[in-house]
């Protein structure tokens, strides 16, 4: 079992998704990924994977959005380190994101999302 720390992935395109999982590994972390917002809260209310950071794209299909998503776990977690990603909706992030968060807009490089998750949870430690 490695001692990386685990960031929840939620992608519902799965090619993006293992490019995520591979970019998260190369940074030295370890992607849990789950391809809807209701699959995420039901990952993160379980506890087991014991995540420390939240990955989200925004537009998930039919469910819930990332925006959703990332209040929802605040309201468990406040101040849990969230990066979103998107292409298109960049421009509600200043009314829609949570606090402290991070946007990154797709097309992205893979070092990107290692940075960014890193420099929150550095923010946090």
Same mark, same amino acid.
């Given at each position: 079992m490695s001692n990386a720390l685990r960031v929840l992935v939620v992608e519902d395109e799965a090619l993006i998704c293992s490019?995520? +999982? =591979?970019?998260?590994? /190369?940074?030295?972390? +370890?992607?849990c990924s789950v391809h809807s917002g209701e699959a995420a809260m039901? !990952?993160? *209310? =379980?506890? *087991? +994977?014991?995540? *420390?950071?939240?990955? !989200? /794209?925004?537009n998930l299909g039919d469910g819930i959005s990332g925006w959703e998503l990332a209040r929802q776990i605040r309201e468990i977690t406040p101040g849990f380190p969230v990066v979103y990603m998107t292409s298109a909706s960049a421009p509600d992030w200043k009314s829609q994101g949570v606090d402290g968060s991070l946007l990154i807009e797709k097309p992205f490089a893979p070092a990107q999302l290692a940075a960014a998750v890193s420099q929150l949870l550095d923010t946090r430690a």
């Open positions: 490019f995520i +999982e =591979d970019a998260l590994s /190369d940074g030295g972390f +370890e992607a039901s !990952t993160f *209310r =379980d506890g *087991r +994977e014991q995540c *420390r950071a939240l990955l !989200t /794209d925004v």
